[in-house]
């Protein structure tokens, strides 16, 4: 009996000292530490334009140093190719237009005594439309405890505007086509340097406001923070432009018979004429390039102020975006199709307690939701479709899916089966 005794006591002692060493190797997000989540989310960002994805033109120190603390992902992909479809599908972890249901992550986090708040486009606005008229869009009241809108001049603003698919060139502020199909080829260089009264300006100075609350509730919370640069229309102070001489921007070269072998189904938009125009061409990479830095130093704004009050440690940030952009690549501009350029997208997870680093494995932007509610220690809810991704943030070279799916359907929730749609979509595989 004495024996026995002692074996049971020595496999008792092994197995306790195992599950200590199994939660200490899972790092500071699972100790306790991590108790809250910055959310950052920048719209219409294509990954290839940004220096931790190789590119060497666009600045952005501060994504850079976001980076550089972080598990960047270089192969992820989103499932919806408009804002419409991406949104809900990674706020909800389900696939674009599954008959599958879950909580947002917001209401998850909600049931989890969490503080939950969206400042500025989060779930899908129609951009500048909500802008102007400071409106919802098409949100989920449900997944916030608190949420901002912003109400900017956008196209309006006073500065130099361009129509790039034509020959206008006005400081002259009425007349400007604020909703209309030529939205998307307008440029501002605005007057107000310090963007002050720009969209992303407002969400990020509102974001500080939110973070200060948060700091003196002292309750974990879940901040989503929705910059909407570069989206057309590209609306940012002159001194960005200036950062980018319209002269010296290299445009992506127009091969002739490029589109033989590409059907219909699989072009994008011919840039209403863009395509004709080599300076205006120059002009929106420099209009592109001068937004994604103004949204970088917003960004700046909010994270250093997450330091300044002492909540960096506690807190995971993540930033991504909805989906990509074209620029011209194939004579392609805009999203909505199966291109690398709409498809790929910038991911990082930078969780305190945990190895920076860089992965090529395959991700969904859909497995945002499941890896933060483990990142919480917080059970993930059996009906999300996405995957965790904390195996990865161990170990770079850990995979946990094969295949990413990436679907050509403009849609919301509800609708047909994911299976029904993949003769509509592009699979990745690992090789």
């Known amino acids: 009996m004495t024996n026995r005794h002692s074996i049971l006591k020595t496999l008792v002692c092994m197995l306790v000292l195992t599950a200590m060493s199994t939660r200490a190797c899972r790092g500071d997000a699972h100790s306790g530490k991590i108790k809250n989540i910055l959310f950052i989310i920048s719209d219409d960002l294509k990954a290839s334009v940004l220096p931790a994805y190789g590119d060497h033109v666009c600045k952005t120190p501060n994504l850079d140093k976001l980076a550089a603390s972080g598990m960047v992902f270089e192969r992820a992909y989103c499932q919806g190719l408009a804002c419409a479809p991406s949104r809900p599908s990674f706020l909800r972890s389900i696939y674009p237009r599954s008959r599958a249901s879950a909580p947002s992550i917001g209401e998850l986090f909600q049931q989890h005594g969490m503080h939950t708040a969206r400042v500025g486009k989060v779930f899908h606005m129609p951009v500048p439309h909500a802008q102007l008229d400071g409106s919802d869009g098409i ?26 698919n034509s020959d206008i060139v006005t400081r002259v502020v009425e007349g400007r086509d604020a909703k209309g199909r030529n939205r998307m080829w307008a440029t501002v260089e605005s007057d107000r340097a310090d963007g002050s009264d720009q969209a992303d300006h407002m969400v990020a100075t509102r974001a500080i406001e939110s973070l200060r609350q948060r700091k003196a509730a002292g309750k974990p919370f879940f901040l989503a923070v929705g910059f909407v640069r570069p989206h057309f229309p590209m609306v940012t102070p002159k001194r960005f432009f200036d950062m980018y001489p319209q002269q010296k ?83 392609f501009w805009q999203k909505g199709n199966l291109h690398e350029e709409v498809v790929r997208v910038p991911l990082i997870f930078s ?81």
């Open 139 to 164: 949100d989920v009241p449900e997944c916030w405890t608190e949420r901002y809108n912003t109400k900017s001049a956008e196209t309006f603003s006073p500065g130099l505007y361009r129509l790039l």
């Open 249 to 331: 921007m290299q445009i992506p070269p127009l091969i002739k018979g490029d589109l033989d072998d590409i059907p219909k189904a699989g072009r994008g938009s011919d840039g209403n004429g863009l395509n004709e125009m080599e300076e205006s061409r120059k002009r929106m990479w420099q209009a592109y390039y001068a937004s994604v830095t103004f949204m970088d130093e917003q960004l700046g704004c909010v994270v250093d102020e997450l330091e300044w009050l002492g909540l960096r440690e506690s807190t995971a940030i993540v930033f991504t975006s909805d989906q990509g952009y074209h620029l011209g690549e194939h004579g």
């Open 351 to 431: 969780v305190p307690g945990m190895k920076p680093g860089r992965s090529s494995l395959l991700v969904e932007l859909m497995d945002f939701y499941p890896t933060c509610t483990e990142i919480l220690g917080l059970p993930i809810p059996e009906s999300l479709q996405g995957k965790n991704l904390m195996p990865i943030l161990r170990n770079p070279n850990a995979s946990v899916r094969d295949t990413a799916f990436s679907i050509n359907n403009r849609g919301t929730d509800g609708g047909r089966e994911v299976n029904k749609l993949l003769s509509m979509g592009r699979v990745y595989s690992r090789s």
